[in-house]
Every structure is written in C-alpha cells, then in structure tokens.
C-alpha cells in the first residue's frame, strides 16, 4: 500500500471550534488531495495542490482551507467547524508523470480516512 | 468534467460474472476511464484503467467501446470479498490540475 497516513483517525468536536486534519505520504509524489464523503454522494473534492505552496479548490471547497509547507505533508483546516461538515474525510496522493505516452494514466492513492464528527 | 452514471447497487451470487457498466457521454479526448474499489471504512482502492478496446489485469477486465462513452468493468468468478462500492471515474490527470468527480458509485452485494 502507498505510504499515506492520516491523522487523527477519529475526532469528535464542537460547532464553531477549528480543526486541523493532517495527511502526510512517503511516496514524495507531487499530487495530493483532499476528500469529503457523505452518504448518497460518493467522494467529493475538496482541494488539491499540485506542489509545495501551489493549491486550488475543488467542487466543495467553502469552509475549509489547506496548506503544504512541505513535500510530505497536506493539512486540511476547518476554520470553525460547523455539523455540516461531519463527515469523513480522505486524503489521497498521485504521481506527476511525463504526458508523452497515452498508454497509462495516473492513479489515485488514498488513506485510511479520518471519521469527523462535529456536534 | 465528464460526469458518470452507474447503477446505484448490483447483487450476484458467489462464481458468477459480474459487469458494472458506466455511462460518461460527455468524455473528452483525453480522459481516461479508471475504476476504484471501496471497502467499508477503507480509502478507495484503484482496480483498473483503460483509454480504448480492452484492458485485462489480475483482477478484472475493462471493456471500452470505439465512441468511449461507455465503459463495462467485468468481475470474474466474484467471491463473497468482492462485496464493495465500484467507482467509475472520468478524467486526465495530472496535466496541470485535476479535479476527479466520483459519483455515488455502485454496491455490489455478492451472496453465498
């Protein structure tokens, strides 16, 4: 399995409190990304970088920002947690690769998961 | 974005053949079709990915017709193991940003 770790693996929290939700990888691949999943609607994403400093939103980005000080590590933060954000949250990594080939395509590395309750 | 459309859930018996099949009408050129596996309280994990005709691994097939706007992943001779959510996923990654849309997914329950 890709070296992804999530953490923490559980928390519970209160309304308006902030969160900070940690993924860090040992692939050092360029790609990381986070993902919000709900019942009834699959995996949504949240943000992704593409490189140190470099991120950018995605379908569901409002009420979280993130940040990648370094290679390894991808945090996602909940400003102030409201209970609509309950969820789990995955992170997931993918190596940047050469586009000269069509013959293969990038895959997507996800971890464990992070059960976030907000109350 | 290409969206997707599978079936919601499939239920097969343990032996059989399974086909998952995935509607992406609106793909582009260079999307790729890649499908995921997931198990309750697990990450999904990658199974295959195809760009056109057929694709075969360890695991499963992928069938893609000539127009692309369909994919079929075939399970073979599932095993009660199998029981999970498939994901059809549509795009081309990484090309300078990404952005995957995961739908609902299908539930596959397999029975003894």
């Known amino acids: 399995d890709a070296g992804i770790t999530q953490s923490p693996r559980h928390k519970v929290t209160e309304t308006g409190t902030p969160v900070t939700l940690r993924c860090h990888q040992t692939?050092?691949?360029?790609?990381m990304y986070w993902y919000r999943q709900d019942p009834g609607h699959g995996l949504r994403l949240i943000h992704y970088?593409?490189?140190?400093?470099?991120?950018d939103k995605g379908e569901v980005s409002d009420g979280y920002s993130v940040s990648r000080s370094k290679t390894e590590d991808f945090l996602l933060t909940l400003e102030s947690a409201t209970s609509s954000q309950t969820s789990v949250y995955f992170c997931?990594?993918?190596?940047?690769?050469?586009?000269?080939?069509?013959?293969?395509?990038?895959?997507?590395?996800f971890g464990s998961g992070t059960q976030l309750s907000v109350l | 974005l290409a969206k997707t459309t599978q079936p919601i859930s499939m239920d097969s018996y343990e032996g059989q053949e399974v086909n998952i099949t995935c509607s992406h009408n609106n793909i582009a050129t260079n999307d790729y079709i890649t499908w995921y596996q997931q198990f309750p309280s697990q990450g999904p994990r990658f199974i295959i990915q195809g760009y056109k005709t057929k694709v075969t691994n360890e695991v499963a097939s992928l069938f893609i017709p000539a127009d692309r706007k369909s994919s079929t992943l075939s399970l073979p001779r599932v095993s009660l193991s199998d029981t999970a959510v498939y994901y059809c996923l549509v795009g081309d990654l990484p090309a300078g940003g990404f952005k995957t849309i995961f739908g609902a997914g299908t539930r596959l329950f397999v029975k003894a």
């Open positions: 692939e050092n691949h360029r790609y």
């Open positions: 997931a990594i993918s190596e940047s690769r050469d586009r000269g080939s069509i013959a293969t395509n990038e895959k997507l590395f």
């Open positions: 970088s593409y490189g140190v400093k470099d991120t």
